[in-house]
């Protein structure tokens, strides 16, 4: 289906049609993460990682995991990431469906209200200006950068300060045996 097409809809067959297209891609993609996770664990680089990074994992996707599915519809660009996650992170279906029926229903809402009008107006002038690609792209290269920079600093200080609480209980344990 076109975005013509889709335009041409009255607004509630757009609204079932876009809930009904990215019900399917997200849960698609849920369960190629899943197929991935599964194929993963079969490598001899599996065998080589920690456990206790995908047990971590698991457990904040649990915790977190539909707030951040259902806010994802709601950005631009982190839908595919997320749900790829959560399938990788084995999201119980329990979680995992709710939040992809409200997130989809949200996206088809405000995709078939304000969405359609502003993906054509962007297009019409894209289409007009190369430099307004040029900018979008550096745009979007900045934030992922950004991003990724800021993962990797959030992620070594908690890996420190793990293996600091480690060594603090250990050389702890001595002493505690000793005055008792």
Same mark, same amino acid.
């Given at each position: 289906?076109?975005?013509?097409?889709?335009?041409?809809?009255?607004?509630?067959?757009?609204?079932?049609?876009?809930?009904?297209?990215?019900?399917?891609?997200?849960?698609?993609?849920?369960?190629?993460?899943?197929?991935?996770?599964?194929?993963? /664990?079969?490598?001899?680089?599996?065998?080589?990682?920690?456990? +206790?990074? %995908? *047990?971590?994992?698991?457990?904040?996707?649990?915790?977190?995991?539909?707030?951040?599915?259902? %806010?994802?519809?709601?950005?631009? +660009?982190?839908?595919?990431?997320?749900?790829?996650?959560?399938?990788?992170?084995?999201?119980?279906?329990?979680?995992?469906?709710?939040?992809?029926?409200?997130?989809?229903?949200? &996206? *088809?809402?405000?995709?078939?209200?304000?969405?359609?009008?502003?993906?054509?107006?962007?297009?019409?002038?894209?289409?007009?200006?190369?430099?307004? &690609?040029?900018?979008? +792209?550096? /745009?979007?290269?900045?934030?992922?950068?950004?991003?990724?920079?800021?993962?990797?600093?959030?992620?070594?200080?908690?890996?420190?300060? *793990?293996?600091?609480?480690?060594?603090?209980?250990?050389?702890?344990?001595?002493?505690? +045996?000793?005055? *008792?």
């Amino acid at each position: 289906m076109s975005l013509d097409q889709l335009l041409e809809l009255p607004f509630e067959a757009a609204v079932a049609a876009l809930f009904v297209v990215v019900l399917f891609r997200t849960n698609g993609t849920y369960w190629l993460g899943r197929g991935l996770a599964a194929g993963y /664990g079969r490598t001899r680089w599996a065998k080589r990682s920690r456990p +206790g990074r %995908l *047990a971590r994992a698991r457990r904040l996707i649990d915790r977190w995991g539909p707030l951040a599915v259902v %806010l994802t519809f709601l950005t631009v +660009g982190l839908q595919t990431t997320v749900n790829l996650a959560a399938g990788m992170a084995r999201m119980p279906l329990r979680y995992y469906v709710p939040a992809t029926v409200v997130g989809s229903a949200a &996206w *088809a809402l405000i995709y078939a209200t304000v969405g359609l009008a502003a993906v054509e107006l962007v297009l019409e002038h894209a289409a007009a200006s190369p430099w307004a &690609w040029a900018v979008a +792209g550096t /745009g979007v290269s900045i934030v992922v950068v950004r991003f990724t920079l800021g993962v990797r600093r959030r992620g070594k200080p908690a890996h420190a300060n *793990a293996v600091r609480v480690d060594e603090a209980r250990d050389g702890a344990a001595p002493e505690e +045996g000793n005055t *008792a």
